[in-house]
C-alpha cells in the first residue's frame, strides 16, 4: 500500500494515545464500581466513555467530582474525533493517500494535535485515577 510511513506513524500514535486514555478512564470505572473493567471487552470506546461518565455521582468531594465530570466529558467528545480518524475512508489525494471525513483530508497535522488531545485528557484522568478511592 503506497502510504507515506510518517502518515502512518501519525495514526498508529494517535491510535495508541487513544487507547491509552480510555484504559486510564476504564481503570477510574474500576476504582469507582470494582469489577468494571471486567465487562468492558465487548463495549465500544462510546459505551465506555458514557457509563463511565455515569459514575461521577460516586466521586466523593464536590471538587474532584466537578473535575471528574470535567475530564470524562472530555473523553466523550474525543471519542467522537477518534471516530472521526478510525472510521474515515481512504481516498488519493493528489499523489498522496489520506483518510478523509466529512469531506476533508486528514493531515499529519490534524492527527499529531488529536494525540496531543488524548494525551492531555488521558494525563487528567490518570491524575484523577491516583485520587479516587
Request: aromatic share 6%; hydrophobic share 45%.
Amino acid at each position: 500500500m503506497p502510504v507515506d510511513a510518517d502518515y502512518l506513524a501519525a495514526i498508529g500514535m494517535a491510535t495508541y494515545c487513544f487507547a491509552t486514555m480510555e484504559w486510564n478512564a476504564v481503570y477510574c470505572g474500576e476504582k469507582l464500581k470494582p469489577g468494571y473493567v471486567n465487562d468492558v471487552s465487548t463495549k465500544t470506546a462510546g459505551v465506555i466513555a458514557n457509563e463511565i461518565l455515569g459514575f461521577a455521582p460516586l466521586v466523593s468531594g464536590s471538587i474532584k467530582q466537578a473535575s471528574y465530570q470535567a475530564a470524562v466529558s472530555e473523553l466523550v467528545a474525543l471519542v467522537k474525533r477518534r471516530n472521526d480518524l478510525m472510521h474515515a475512508n481512504p481516498a488519493t489525494i493528489g499523489n498522496d493517500q489520506r483518510l478523509v471525513r466529512n469531506g476533508i483530508a486528514l493531515q499529519i497535522s490534524d492527527i499529531n494535535d488529536l494525540a496531543d488531545d488524548f494525551t492531555a485528557c488521558s494525563l487528567k484522568l490518570n491524575e484523577l485515577l491516583q485520587h479516587l478511592p
